[in-house]
């Protein structure tokens, strides 16, 4: 089965960048779509389509995705952003949705 | 605005059965596929099972089918799940989620409903 590798923590002080990265085998050839989950809250899309950002969602969330490994970059952290961070694709080989293990960000 | 509304969550005991259901508003129900993604205490996202807009597509993960099976009526714009031989390790918020397109991301989710399964 397809397999979606996230490192399990990321720091960053207010004002840095933090880049989350998801791992997969050619995961360059899939589309990749990044949520956000606060603590008792339901995820939140924040970019979809490997870059693309939803309409209110902050230019400061980017996203690339390239050979075996997808980032999403947050530009400017502020204390707003600290929350757990999960990368999704679809696997056409075996028709099931991956989340990635997920990512918890802290702002320091 | 697009709402969606989980319940049926509850206290059910190991080999027991819940149906889960999913109240949709704020769009066109029929066009859009839906997903139920669970989460379990302290634990990742795991996709759970979809169906498409008009039930042709039904797909699982491995760790449900043949126990769950995901259904929808678009007449009562409403998503379900009816969970059969339930496990400890299913013990999880379930989420309802609206697919934005085919096989794409999910823009939409509701609030959530615990599903807890124990002796």
């Known amino acids: 089965s397809y397999v979606l590798t996230q490192p399990p923590s990321v720091s960053v002080a207010p004002g840095q960048t933090a880049r989350i990265t998801c791992g997969g085998n050619?995961?360059?050839?899939?589309?990749v779509h990044w949520y956000q989950q606060k603590p008792g809250q339901a995820p939140v899309l924040v970019v979809y389509?490997?870059?693309d950002r939803p309409s209110g969602i902050p230019e400061r969330f980017s996203g690339s995705n390239s050979g075996n490994t997808a980032t999403l970059t947050i530009s400017r952290v502020e204390a707003g952003d600290e929350a757990d961070y999960y990368c999704?694709?679809?696997?056409?080989?075996?028709?099931?949705?991956?989340f990635g293990t997920g990512t918890k960000v802290t702002v320091l | 605005e697009v709402q969606l509304v989980e319940s049926g969550g509850g206290l059910v005991k190991p080999g027991g059965s819940l149906r889960l259901s999913c109240a949709a508003s704020?769009?066109?129900?029929?066009?859009?596929?839906m997903n139920w993604v669970r989460q379990a205490p302290g634990k990742g996202l795991e996709w759970v099972s979809s169906?498409?807009?008009?039930?042709?597509?039904?797909y699982y993960a491995d760790s449900v089918k043949g126990r769950f099976t995901i259904s929808r009526d678009n007449a009562k714009n409403s998503l379900y799940l009816q969970m059969n031989s339930l496990r400890a390790e299913d013990t999880a918020v379930y989420y309802c989620?609206?697919?934005?397109?085919?096989?794409?991301?999910?823009?939409?989710w509701g609030q959530g409903t615990l599903v807890t399964v124990s002796s």
């Open positions: 989620a609206r697919e934005a397109t085919p096989w794409g991301d999910f823009d939409y």
């Open positions: 704020g769009f066109t129900f029929s066009s859009y596929s």
């Open positions: 169906i498409s807009s008009s039930s042709s597509y039904i």
């Open positions: 050619n995961i360059g050839s899939k589309s």
């Open positions: 389509d490997d870059s």
């Open positions: 999704q694709v679809w696997d056409s080989s075996s028709d099931r949705y991956v």
